[in-house]
C-alpha cells in the first residue's frame, strides 16, 4: 500500500520496514481499514497479543544487548532481529527482507521486502516493495518490482544473485 499511498513515516528502507511492522500489529477494525484504503479483508488474522505501548512507541526492534525501541536502521534490523536464510532468492516468502550492502555508497545497507503475491497488482506473485532513500537531494520514494527484474536489473549491484557480492542474502524476521 505504500507505493500506492506513501505516509510521512516512510522516509528510507528501514522505514518501510518498521512501518509493515507496526501496521501488522495494529487491530485492522474498520476505521483502521477504512484509513488504510486496502482492497479487499487483510489475508491474515489480527495478532492476538500485542507488546505493550511506551511513551516513545512499541519496542518492537532489539538494538542491543536487552534493549529494544521502535526505531532500527536497516543495519540492526538485519543484524538483530532476522535470521538469515542463504543467497537464494528462492527461498523468498511473503515479508521476507532481501539485503544489499554497498560499502561505497553514502548508506550502504539496503533491504526490500519480499510480498510475492500482491492485493493491487493482478498478475505475478513474485512482488517486491522498497523504499529508494533520500536521492538527487529529494526524499525518495517507495517502489515496485518483480523478483524476475530485479534478476536481470541493469545494475548488476542490485541482482538478489550469489554471484553478486553486493547481495547478501534472503532474510526472516525473527518474530514471523
Not at 555508497?105 to 523504499?131: A, C, I, K, N, T
Amino acid at each position: 500500500a505504500q507505493y500506492y499511498r506513501p505516509t510521512a513515516d516512510v522516509a528510507d528502507c528501514a522505514g518501510l520496514v518498521r512501518h509493515a511492522v507496526r501496521e501488522a500489529l495494529r487491530a485492522h477494525t474498520p476505521e483502521w481499514r477504512r484509513q488504510a484504503r486496502l482492497p479487499g479483508a487483510a489475508p491474515f488474522a489480527d495478532v492476538r497479543s500485542r507488546p505493550p505501548g511506551q511513551s516513545d512507541g512499541w519496542r518492537l526492534f532489539r538494538v542491543g544487548p536487552n534493549q529494544y525501541a521502535e526505531f532500527a536502521d536497516a543495519r540492526t534490523i538485519i543484524g538483530l532481529n532476522a535470521r538469515a536464510l542463504g543467497r537464494d532468492a528462492r527461498a523468498l516468502q511473503p515479508a521476507d527482507l532481501i539485503y544489499y550492502r554497498q560499502p561505497a555508497q553514502e548508506s550502504p545497507d539496503h533491504v526490500m521486502v519480499f510480498l510475492g503475491r500482491s492485493s493491487f497488482e493482478e498478475e505475478g506473485r513474485d512482488w517486491v516493495v522498497y523504499h529508494t532513500g533520500p536521492t538527487d537531494g529529494g526524499p525518495g520514494e517507495v517502489r515496485k518490482a518483480r523478483l524476475a527484474d530485479l534478476m536481470r536489473h541493469p545494475a548488476a549491484r542490485w541482482r538478489p544473485v550469489a554471484q553478486n557480492p553486493s547481495f547478501i542474502g534472503v532474510y526472516r524476521l525473527v518474530w514471523l
